[in-house]
């Protein structure tokens, strides 16, 4: 193919998807309806799987460079608005192990517009640049590709161009026009009771070191969270059964806010965004049509509730980049591209829903009088205080999906039963095809270099781990594996590496990396049992697709997914 893959929208999730296809060698086109970049906070807390795309994606340190630290919470009595009520985490601590090295205690906070400016440096480095001033109108498909019709604003007045695409990804938000083009519906709820006002401002008489609430529960909370520079916050006005609408005036803000709070004393000046909207529960009966496929607000709407619109949005992009990326090489099964809805629709279904129940949990009166009786219960989820380890979106898995292969089962559990876990996840179980690839310290190369799993990862490759063991006939069986990938598969669309136990460095083998598990953290992870060669595959976005013990069932999940050449 020629044509480039559109993606329509430059959000974090547009530019992700865009980057990641950047990554796979593959040409992209990026417009933007907006005449200039915006410069709101927005979205700001990044989970910890997030983390680990970014790492992925090669922007993890540029965000780590510019990201602060999400601060602890700190709310006021009132009235009087002065005395300290208590302090809290907003997200329950973690603790980083070998398998998730990036948790929850590592939590950051970054302006949306910051993240975005990051992923334009490294879009720009493919020669990618976001057009702005370019809106969506219409789509037109046929049997090799899309014609996409966009209005184009300048100085002048507007213009008409047909752009062909190869595909097209329509990550243009909430109330973006692609979710219509492919004939969507918009199912949920708009709690038309409620409502948030938000704006970025400067405030004199405010230290930077906790995020600031005052609240008449079940009624409005004012929030004010630092941002990057000193004295600059993001506040809001948040309303249950209360719509704060005519609020959005700098003036009647700053007015409600002195009232509310009897802090008269802050002066709140230099207002450079303002927002309202509503809270929004929604998501699309279906995520793509054809060659046309949806991501982010588009494609879901979420309470503010546990931080995951951003998060989910990214990984939407990242489960679907590699699959268009291998079906315009032409080295895709026919089937692939659907398991796009088959995978992220379940996981959003069920994501919806949970941060829905938290969303209520903090709004209902019974539940913040609730907290006000017990402000010390651990584990009670409320208004700012999330206590679900899903959050971190590190147990979200596909163990239903029709493209991945697991030679153990899945214990006689239907897909259906299986998608009920699909947000949730099994952290206390061994690792499945369909789940997150762990991570892995302490890999050593026969030139005493030490790696991670994460660091061998790569967003165009899939990564066939081979764990050797000390039995007598497993070089054969290793060398048998090799010799059947490199039979079905181009050297172009995936790496091998074979790990043995601490203390024993596998066979060289051409064009092949052999690491020794010097803790044998990744023997531990993958659950790899004694005397038994065990094979996971791990795709571009860092699932694992296969686990199998033999070159039948690595033909049986390869199958599923390229066009083989056995």
Same mark, same amino acid.
């Given at each position: 193919?020629?044509?480039?893959?559109?993606?329509?929208?430059?959000?974090?999730?547009?530019?992700?998807?865009?980057?990641?296809?950047?990554?796979?060698?593959?040409?992209?086109?990026?417009?933007?309806?907006?005449?200039?970049?915006?410069?709101?906070?927005?979205?700001?807390?990044?989970?910890?799987?997030?983390?680990?795309?970014?790492?992925?994606?090669?922007?993890?340190?540029?965000?780590?460079?510019?990201?602060?630290?999400?601060?602890?919470?700190?709310?006021?009595?009132?009235?009087?608005?002065?005395?300290?009520?208590?302090?809290?985490?907003?997200?329950?601590?973690?603790?980083?192990?070998?398998?998730?090295?990036?948790?929850?205690?590592?939590?950051?906070?970054? +302006?949306?517009?910051?993240?975005?400016?990051?992923?334009?440096?490294?879009? +720009?480095?493919?020669?990618?640049?976001?057009?702005?001033?370019?809106?969506?109108?219409?789509?037109?498909?046929?049997?090799?590709?899309?014609?996409?019709?966009?209005?184009?604003?300048?100085?002048?007045?507007?213009?008409?161009?047909?752009?062909?695409?190869?595909?097209?990804?329509?990550?243009?938000?909430?109330?973006?026009?692609?979710?219509?083009?492919?004939?969507?519906?918009?199912?949920?709820?708009?709690?038309?009771?409620?409502?948030?006002?938000?704006?970025?401002?400067?405030?004199?008489?405010?230290?930077?070191?906790?995020?600031?609430?005052?609240?008449?529960?079940?009624?409005?909370?004012?929030?004010?969270?630092? *941002?990057?520079?000193?004295?600059?916050?993001?506040?809001?006005?948040?309303?249950?059964?209360?719509?704060?609408?005519?609020?959005?005036?700098?003036?009647?803000?700053?007015?409600?806010?002195?009232?509310?709070?009897?802090?008269?004393?802050? $002066?709140?000046?230099?207002?450079?965004?303002?927002?309202?909207?509503?809270?929004?529960?929604?998501?699309?009966?279906?995520?793509s049509c054809g060659r046309v496929f949806i991501a982010g607000d588009v494609a879901h709407v979420h309470?503010?509730?546990?931080?995951?619109?951003?998060?989910?949005?990214?990984?939407? +992009?990242?489960?679907?980049?590699?699959?268009?990326?291998?079906?315009?090489?032409?080295?895709?099964?026919?089937?692939?591209?659907?398991?796009?809805?088959?995978?992220?629709?379940?996981?959003?279904?069920?994501?919806?829903?949970?941060?829905?129940?938290?969303?209520?949990?903090?709004?209902?009166?019974?539940?913040?009088? $609730?907290?006000?009786?017990?402000?010390?219960?651990?584990?009670?989820?409320?208004?700012?205080?999330?206590?679900?380890?899903?959050?971190?979106?590190?147990?979200?898995?596909?163990?239903?999906?029709?493209?991945?292969?697991?030679?153990?089962?899945?214990?006689?559990?239907?897909?259906?039963?299986?998608k009920t876990k699909a947000y949730e996840g099994y952290p206390d179980e061994d690792v499945h095809a369909?789940?997150?690839?762990?991570?892995?310290?302490?890999?050593?190369?026969?030139?005493?270099?030490?790696? +991670?799993?994460?660091?061998?990862?790569?967003?165009?490759?899939?990564?066939?781990?081979?764990?050797?063991?000390?039995?007598?006939?497993?070089?054969?069986?290793?060398?048998?594996?090799?010799?059947?990938?490199?039979?079905?598969?181009?050297?172009?669309?995936?790496?091998?590496?074979?790990?043995?136990?601490?203390?024993?460095?596998?066979?060289?083998?051409?064009?092949?990396?052999?690491?020794?598990?010097?803790?044998?953290?990744?023997?531990?992870?993958?659950?790899?049992?004694?005397? $038994?060669?065990?094979?996971?595959?791990?795709?571009?976005?860092?699932?694992?697709?296969?686990?199998?013990?033999?070159?039948?069932?690595?033909?049986?999940?390869?199958?599923?997914?390229?066009? *083989?050449?056995?």
């Open positions: 193919m020629s044509d480039p893959v559109l993606v329509v929208g430059a959000g974090p999730s547009g530019l992700a998807a865009a980057l990641a296809l950047a990554r796979n060698g593959v040409p992209v086109r990026v417009v933007e309806k907006l005449p200039a970049f915006h410069t709101a906070s927005r979205g700001s807390g990044i989970h910890s799987r997030t983390m680990e795309i970014f790492h992925l994606l090669g922007i993890v340190e540029d965000v780590r460079r510019i990201a602060i630290p999400l601060f602890p919470m700190q709310s006021y009595k009132l009235p009087g608005g002065t005395e300290v009520d208590k302090t809290w985490r907003m997200f329950e601590p973690g603790v980083a192990t070998p398998d998730r090295p990036i948790v929850s205690g590592e939590k950051m906070a970054i +302006s949306q517009y910051l993240l975005e400016g990051i992923f334009r440096d490294h879009l +720009s480095k493919y020669g990618i640049q976001v057009e702005l001033a370019t809106e969506l109108v219409s789509i037109e498909q046929d049997h090799e590709g899309v014609t996409a019709t966009l209005k184009k604003y300048n100085d002048t007045g507007e213009g008409i161009e047909k752009a062909r695409a190869a595909y097209v990804i329509g990550a243009d938000g909430a109330k973006g026009v692609s979710r219509k083009l492919i004939g969507a519906t918009f199912e949920g709820q708009t709690r038309d009771l409620d409502g948030q006002v938000w704006a970025d401002v400067k405030i004199e008489g405010l230290p930077s070191d906790h995020w600031h609430t005052w609240a008449e529960p079940a009624h409005f909370t004012i929030a004010m969270r630092p *941002t990057h520079h000193e004295g600059s916050f993001h506040v809001g006005i948040v309303g249950v059964n209360f719509d704060p609408a005519e609020l959005t005036d700098p003036e009647k803000f700053v007015k409600f806010i002195h009232e509310r709070t009897g802090r008269h004393d802050l $002066k709140i000046t230099n207002f450079t965004s303002m927002s309202y909207w509503k809270p929004k529960m929604r998501m699309a009966n279906k995520f309470a503010p509730t546990g931080g995951q619109g951003l998060n989910t949005s990214v990984q939407d +992009s990242l489960n679907l980049a590699w699959k268009i990326a291998l079906a315009y090489k032409g080295v895709a099964q026919p089937d692939l591209l659907s398991s796009y809805d088959a995978e992220r629709i379940p996981v959003v279904a069920v994501m919806l829903s949970t941060t829905t129940n938290l969303y209520g949990k903090g709004t209902r009166r019974e539940e913040a009088e $609730k907290l006000v009786a017990e402000p010390d219960k651990k584990d009670q989820s409320t208004w700012l205080r999330w206590r679900n380890s899903a959050l971190s979106q590190l147990d979200i898995n596909y163990r239903w999906s029709p493209i991945i292969f697991d030679a153990r089962g899945n214990s006689g559990c239907s897909d259906a039963e299986l369909g789940d997150r690839a762990p991570g892995a310290p302490g890999l050593v190369d026969a030139s005493g270099t030490k790696t +991670s799993l994460h660091d061998i990862f790569k967003p165009h490759l899939h990564t066939i781990l081979i764990f050797s063991s000390d039995a007598t006939d497993v070089e054969h069986k290793v060398d048998d594996v090799v010799k059947v990938i490199s039979q079905l598969l181009s050297q172009d669309t995936y790496q091998i590496a074979i790990l043995a136990r601490s203390g024993r460095i596998p066979k060289v083998r051409h064009g092949v990396a052999a690491y020794h598990d010097e803790e044998e953290y990744a023997f531990k992870a993958y659950g790899v049992a004694d005397g $038994k060669l065990t094979v996971a595959v791990v795709r571009p976005d860092m699932y694992v697709g296969a686990y199998v013990y033999d070159t039948e069932g690595l033909v049986a999940y390869f199958t599923r997914i390229f066009l *083989t050449r056995g």
